[in-house]
Nanobody
């Protein structure tokens, strides 16, 4: 079965850095996307960043562009989100997401456990 194991998160000061990691297992298809969503109290869930395993194409929300960097390992199973220049507005619960596209073009989504990121000032 597909599993996502997330790590990272914690409390950092504004301007600091933090790294999130998400390790995916239990699937063999090569066309998949790994990334993070986040949800702050009283706010809607939003996509933060993602990377496509097949070609390395990345996506960043405008609010994190130029501050966050996403990468994936050579096995295409572990994604890392490097978060720099953190702001109070980055405070949220971050959820790892895996989207798998099968040869018949159907898709499935999987979610890891949430991890709290708190930025203090």
């Amino acid at each position: 079965d597909v599993q996502l194991q997330a790590s990272g998160g914690g409390l950092v000061q504004a301007g600091g850095s933090l790294t999130l990691s998400c390790a995916a297992s239990g699937f063999t298809v090569d066309d998949h996307v790994i990334g993070w969503f986040r949800q702050a109290p009283g706010k809607e869930r939003e996509g933060v960043s993602s990377i496509r395993a097949s070609d390395g194409t990345t996506y960043y929300a405008d609010s994190v562009k130029d501050r966050f960097t996403i990468s994936i390992d050579n096995a295409k199973k572990t994604a890392t989100l490097q978060m720099n220049s953190l702001k109070a507005e980055d405070t949220a619960v971050y959820y790892c997401n895996l989207r798998v596209r099968f040869p018949d073009r159907s898709e499935s989504n999987y979610w890891g456990q949430g991890t709290q990121v708190t930025v203090s000032s």
